[in-house]
């Protein structure tokens, strides 16, 4: 009885463990064969490289998505900073505003805008009782960076930066250009002789100043655009601060959303471009700088992709023609001035071979500038 229980406990064991391995059996040999896929070889991650990618364009700058026509027929190219490239871009009307971006660029300019000086009381600006020039105090050991077509308003007009200085310390004589006709004689004007700080001027006002660097030919600009703009101005002043009052100023703001996206990390400057053909741009020497003046640029753009145009004053009557319902204007007084004061230039800057104009704001002679203002020609 234990020989026949002890063979029946063997069998079943055999069976319980061959049973799985016979049942495999038969399910691979109702399967159809599958071929055995190949194995990927492993490719090793690539390394970072450690210099940035290679320009866009080696030497000359198009407009993103064009392609590039050669140098003699390339109304659209001009020449920008080595190492510079095109980046993001964003339409505000009928104008393409571009980032210009700089691999590596300096992150700290060490030096304060306009706006930071004057908010932290570390910059006064005064008349000296010519039209053509204000005094400018900088208090500390920090240099301030004033723009071409910065708005000063107050005095006894306003005024506009003729161009972009970097004031040092102390006092300096800044060339400015009028940005209104009547309030300095006007018996009833409100004078002072500290001025606030502004915006800045569309490109159109900007147009005259690089293009005719004439006080009339910026009194026309004016005129144009605060009559383009349906601007109020109940006093009569022609002053260019009514432009910044008008109904338009919810269409500036819409556009400012998107403007302010195309910046990256490496953007150091802007450039403006209409109907392919470059209007303007403005180049920094550090991606902080432009951080910090990137929304009065983009700004003033805005308002010229409102008003539609930018005029060519080198073409267009320069000349300032008086409304005849002004009244007439009586003599100027005269104020004694704490210093010699430097008429602003005419025209602003020099003309390149790409057919655009430049000014350059330096430290110094063979430095960086700090500031590159290019226009059209």
Known sequence: MQTRLKSWLIGTGIAAAVAPALVLALLALFRSPQPEAPQPEYQPRPAVPDAPPAPLVAGRAELPGKPAPPAQDSPEAFQLPPGHVFGAHVMLGEFRVVAINRYWADTGAHVLTLEQAVDRQLCTITETGHRESVVAEVKGNVPVLVLTGDLLFGGR?????????????????????????????????DFS?????????DLNVKAAVY??????????????????????????????????????????EAMLAPARQIAC?????????????LVAADIFDSTDLLERVSEKLLRSYAMTAVFGSVANWAIEKPLHTPSPTRPPQPPRPDYKTPNDYAPPPSPLGTVKEDGTRRFECRRAVDTVPVHIGIFRK
């Open 193 to 201: 002789g500290t001025f606030r700080r502004g915006p800045q001027v």
């Open 211 to 252: 293009q005719m660097g004439t006080q009339d030919a910026v009194w026309h600009a004016i005129e144009q655009v605060t009559a383009g703009m349906l601007a109020p101005d109940p006093e009569r002043t022609g002053a260019y601060r009514h432009a910044l009052d008008t109904k338009a100023a919810g269409k500036i």
């Open 265 to 277: 990390v490496f953007t150091v400057g802007f450039a403006v471009y209409r109907d392919n053909k």
């Open 157 to 189: 007009q306003d005024r506009l930066v003729a161009h972009s200085m970097l004031l040092p310390p102390g006092t300096t004589i800044l060339p400015v250009f009028c940005a209104e006709t009547t309030r300095w004689t006007s018996a009833e004007g």
